[in-house]
């Protein structure tokens, strides 16, 4: 997973970012997840995704400028949406999805904002390429590895800020 930039903290975040992913995809029961961050210039980025389809999910919200991980960070709740092909707000994202993907583009989707320390850095993606409705259980459980994706960052920054701070000789 690519996290912007080299190195072992950077390693660290990208190995326990990985981890979320893969036990997200399973424990969820969806065909993908992705993660998008706010960048210094409030513009979102993928932070990572646990496969091509969230990838490509994650890219055509960026590409468009709007999709429902983008809604979801403007309004600070999820966003559910069961069919991104009928949902004429995505027309744009469901394009670009259609034409990266084919057959295995993303069609339902539910995104979450995530949360560091009360405020929102992303979002977190959770996606099927069958149209499905989301349940309020699925919506919880995406909900509760958005929590997770919000604690990784924050023990990231944290980590980044001891090591950045000063080593008093005495």
């Known amino acids: 997973m690519d996290t912007g930039s080299p190195g072992r903290a950077d390693d660290e975040l990208a190995r326990r970012m990985g981890t979320v992913l893969d036990a997200a995809v399973e424990v969820l029961a969806v065909d993908d997840v992705g993660v998008m961050l706010l960048d210094d210039g409030d513009e979102l980025r993928v932070l990572g995704a646990s496969g091509a389809a969230g990838r490509s999910l994650e890219d055509a919200q960026i590409e468009a400028g709007a999709g429902p991980g983008t809604d979801a960070v403007r309004l600070g709740r ?14 744009r994202v469901w ?25 929102v850095v992303g979002n977190f993606n959770a996606l099927r390429i069958e149209p499905s409705a989301w349940t309020d259980d699925e919506v919880r459980a995406v909900q509760a590895y958005a929590v997770a994706v919000g604690a990784v960052l924050r023990q990231a920054a944290l980590a980044s800020r001891s090591r950045a701070e000063p080593v008093d000789p005495s």
């Open 78 to 91: 999820p966003v559910l949406v069961p069919d991104v092909a009928e949902a004429p707000d995505y027309a």
């Open 95 to 119: 394009e670009l999805l259609r034409d990266a993907d084919g057959a295995h583009a993303a069609r339902a989707v539910l995104s979450v904002p995530v949360l560091v320390d009360g405020v």
